[in-house]
């Protein structure tokens, strides 16, 4: 508090030590009321709650309270919770999943025929796992089967520079000079002709590039350990490639790390994400060449 309480008394008790000393306890008092006051406000609203309000809202939302976890993620998944109200619609399941997951990351088909509902993304960590299955299974018909497909998708980029420069030969036939005195060719007045920020690159190209790029990858890595050398597409698809394989619950029933290999075991991509492995599981990588510095 900047001002004093005894400012408010009459100006006689100015000085006497026994009001003095009584003021300041009641300073300090005020002092913890407001700053009290001020925190219980702030547990009202899940956006600044502090760990004791998040617990309050776990456990009016039924959640299981584990202060272990990171507090920005308990409170996006209240808020995620909070937003789930009906109507239950594509599309407020597809507002929730760019919300989740984010925007154009994820791929959502929806087979009537078959009441089958399947997503197509990839999680990077297992707590959002969790929750984005409690979210479809929560907004989705219960007639309907849910089938999540882990699907990583990344870009690459590919640019065109091009340069030139003047060649002058120091060195000519028939002529007097000393060997080591200066260059034989020395490039000069070098100008760039064109950067990398212009579209010069054809699509067809671009295509040529994700196809050797795509037979370039030759092992699957799961956790780090197990090793896949069957795949069951390795192609290019217009300027993506697109890598599949087959994972089997035998094999492992969670993953945190794919990456693709090359022939000599060399590291191509790496992707730090989370699932669980239910039976046989299709693994798809998809990336995009892109044209772009």
């Known amino acids: 508090m900047k001002e004093r309480s005894i400012e ?9 030590l026994e009001m003095e000393e009584t003021g300041r306890m009641a ?6 009321w407001l700053a009290e ?8 609203f899940i956006q ?3 760990q004791t309000g998040i617990a309050r809202f776990e456990e009016l939302w039924g959640i299981p309270v584990d202060r272990l976890l990171d507090t920005e993620f308990r409170r996006e998944r209240l808020l995620n919770r909070m937003a789930s109200r009906p109507p239950f619609t594509r599309w407020f399941l597809a507002e929730r999943l760019d919300a989740i997951i984010g925007r154009q990351q994820w791929k959502l088909q929806i087979d009537h025929d078959d009441y089958t509902l399947i997503l197509e993304s990839g999680v990077r960590l297992q707590t959002w796992h969790d929750e984005l299955q409690r979210c479809v299974m929560e907004y989705k018909p219960c007639n ?19 340069g030139a420069g003047d060649i002058t030969y120091n ?11 200066g260059p034989f060719v020395e490039i000069s007045n070098e100008r760039v002709i064109a950067t990398a920020q212009e579209k010069s690159i ?26 896949i050398t069957e795949f069951q597409s390795k192609q290019a698809v217009g300027n993506a490639v697109v890598v599949e394989y087959l994972l089997n619950g035998s094999l492992t029933d969670e993953v945190s790390l794919l990456e693709l290999l090359d022939q000599e075991g060399s590291v191509l991509s790496r992707v730090e994400g989370y699932f669980k492995v239910n039976g046989e599981t299709l693994v798809r990588h998809t990336i995009e060449i892109e044209e772009g510095a």
């Open 8 to 16: 408010y008394l009459p100006s006689y008790y100015e000085g006497v």
């Open 27 to 32: 300073d300090g008092l005020w002092g913890q």
């Open 37 to 44: 006051k001020e925190r219980w406000f702030a547990r009202v």
């Open 48 to 50: 600044t709650a502090d």
């Open 144 to 162: 309907m089967i849910y089938i999540f497909k882990p699907v990583w998708m990344t870009r690459g980029r590919a640019g065109e520079t091009v």
């Open 171 to 181: 060195y000519t036939l028939g002529g007097a000079w000393r060997i080591g005195e």
């Open 202 to 227: 054809t699509p067809a190209w671009l295509e040529t590039m994700a196809g050797a790029a795509a037979q370039k990858a030759q092992q699957a890595r799961i956790n780090g350990t197990h090793i």
